[in-house]
């Protein structure tokens, strides 16, 4: 089941630089998108979420853009600091199913100092 | 800020035992998830709750799973008989509104089964 794929595995960026991560759907269903992000031995923590109405949600340094019609979005961090460093997940959720998230197999993060 | 706690952090059981892993939602909270993930793959939904039954379960979530909530406060996953493939870590969620929202994840319980 590949319906939300996050196809890099890993990033390694330099501390104040831009942080891009991808992520891309298939299900024309999901309607609802959100980031999180996960640091070792905890849960994933909400980051960013956008809705299918809309192309772009920002909220201080992260930013999440979505393109409908190539079933893309993308997280941009910036400036991107130490304290970045871990998982992020994809998450998308179809709303006639509640929040029944669907997540990517997440990003490694590593910024750089 | 509020959070969902849940226990235990680790456990260890032999397989075949029964296995049950607590929650406590955020308290004014209405709907509650249980999700896994399995050492290297992705997060998986498991089950939703709501108004005290499930309202939502996914094909992972067969007769060996149950949830409850067995008072105001505790919401409880059991897996009655473990399987090797049990063994993931599994979180708990919690959210106030049903639709496009935010779910609040716990930290986690690793379940190991040998």
């Known amino acids: 089941d590949q319906q939300v794929k996050q196809n890099s595995p890993s990033l390694s960026v330099q501390e104040g630089r831009i942080s891009i991560l991808n992520c891309d759907y298939t299900n024309s269903m999901f309607d609802y998108f959100l980031w999180y992000k996960k640091y070792p031995a905890e849960g994933p923590t909400f980051l960013i979420s956008i809705s299918s109405i809309k192309d772009k949600n920002e909220d201080g340094r992260f930013t999440v853009f979505l393109n409908k019609s190539a079933k893309h979005l993308s997280l941009h961090i910036v400036p991107s600091q130490p304290g970045d460093s871990a998982v992020y997940f994809c998450?998308?959720?179809?709303?006639?199913?509640?929040?029944?998230?669907?997540f990517g197999a997440g990003t490694i993060l590593r910024v750089k100092s | 800020e509020p959070e969902v706690t849940q226990t235990p952090s680790h456990q260890v059981t032999q397989m075949g035992q029964e296995v049950i892993l607590r929650c406590v939602p955020i308290s004014n909270h209405l709907y509650f998830y249980w999700y896994r993930q399995i050492l290297g793959q992705k997060v998986e939904f498991l089950v939703s709750f709501y108004n005290n039954e499930i309202s939502e379960k996914s094909e992972i979530f067969d007769d060996q799973f149950s949830v409850e909530r067995p008072d105001g406060s505790n919401f409880t996953l059991k897996i009655r008989s473990t399987k090797l493939e049990d063994s993931a870590m599994y979180f708990c969620a919690s959210s106030d509104s049903g639709g496009a929202n935010v779910l609040t994840f716990g930290a986690g319980s690793r379940l190991t089964v040998l």
């Open positions: 998450a998308a959720n179809p709303l006639e199913y509640g929040n029944k998230l669907v």
